[in-house]
């Protein structure tokens, strides 16, 4: 891979834990494998009054211990910045050109908002003000943390303002999922196969089915996710980006736009949900006290700073349709939710079965084809065989890859991979506008009237389970399947 030229990424926000926890861990893995540019540094950036030493030593406590991260850490530089006070952007600027002239960078620059969304109006504009947001000779960009808005409303502002400053193609929505290695996979799975393709389409799959489940609950973020629930914060990026690169049709060659507009294509298909039909359609949860392994677990209205009579679902299922060609009358069912009996990120293709049943199938089955975003990274194939000895019977059997067979390759963290396409000016894996406001489009009606009728139900779910038993009703051709840790493993009560 080619390394990307020389520049300097200064993130906003940098006391916070994500870049603790994932920025800076995933530049040094870039350093580790040689990706880095040759010249590069980082500027930590946040109100919170620090020396470039104090900032280092709070990013060691992210590294291994010994030499090589005793280099990378003198690539880290820091300067208190209050993002609401434009003189401030004076400072950071004349930083900017002091490191630049001191470790010999030019002015490529990479903006990384990663502070509370609200100063995501206001960082754009003074940096436009300060004149860093754009140059005739060097590459600006900007990456947007998510949430991208809180509701289609929001979102719509936040364009509006985003490109009053810089233009769409300096701007790189992160959306965490599109950097995961095997969701990138899936583009290969289906467009570098003949063998996938042509059954990919209503002729010959009758549903798909996308679960995304955490057995953590809320962690500490009571306060932020009581304001935002699963919809908002599972849903609506993460899941309909994995709905755009499972239903989306080929492009025509694998550059950002090209891809985009597929992916842009399928959100404008998406069958709107009328708000009087939610209830129907969409099945809500929260997860209630119950105790695992022995041990107590709270309810979702016990966590710290959530609201004792809060009606924010941390489970949410839902059935819709794609009105295009490819898809129509096919139906997907997505879930995702908080304490559910195991962490795991998969899709299920279930193909039709045969036109005639020559024998008893009953064991046997459709086929399913299972991509498994995590763990046990791989992809799994369903299918019917006889079962040695007299007479035809058939049992499903198992075809399966999985990833850690590859041991010799690293497998990047999202945050790795989306890190260097910015770097390398490579936006396919970051939403663009259209497409973030598509699907906010399709979720609106739905928190709608979540938030105008109070009869439609939440349901709770004792913390460990699968969530609201009548999520199982909304599958109406089928069940769920429930998955386990490893990938060729299935079943209500799977060992976990
Ligand atoms: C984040 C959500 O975007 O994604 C979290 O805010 C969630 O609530 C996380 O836990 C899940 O990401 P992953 O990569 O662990 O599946």
Redesign the pocket.
Known sequence: MKKAKNQILVIFGASGDLTKRKLIPALFELYEQGFLPDKFAVLGASRTLLSDEDFRKKASEFLPEGERSRLFNKMLFYQSVSPTIVKDFDKLKTRLEDIGVQQNIEANYIFYLSTPPSLYQIIPKYLSQTGLSKSDQFSRRLIVE?PFGTDLNTAKKLNINLLNYFDENQVYRID??LG?ETVQNMLVTRFSNGIFEPLWNHNYIERVEIT?A?S?G?EG?GGY?DQ?GAMR??LQ??LLQLVGFVAMEPPVIIDANAIRNEILKVFQSLRPIPENKVAKYVIRGQYTESSLKGKPVLGYRDEPGVDKLSRTETFVALKFFIDNWRWAGVPFYIRTG?KLPT?V?EIVIHFKSVPHHLFDTKSGGNNQLIIRI?PDEGILVKFGMKTPGAGFKVQTVNMDFHYSDLADEHLPS?YERLLLDCMQGDATLYSRGDAVEEAWKFVQPILNAWQTNPEIPIYGYPAGTWGPEDSDKLVSNGKWRYPCKNLTDDGLYCKL
């Open positions: 998510k965490h999922y995961k995304s955490e953590l809320v973020r996710y935002s914060d599972m990026n993460h908080k962490r990120t995590q999202s």
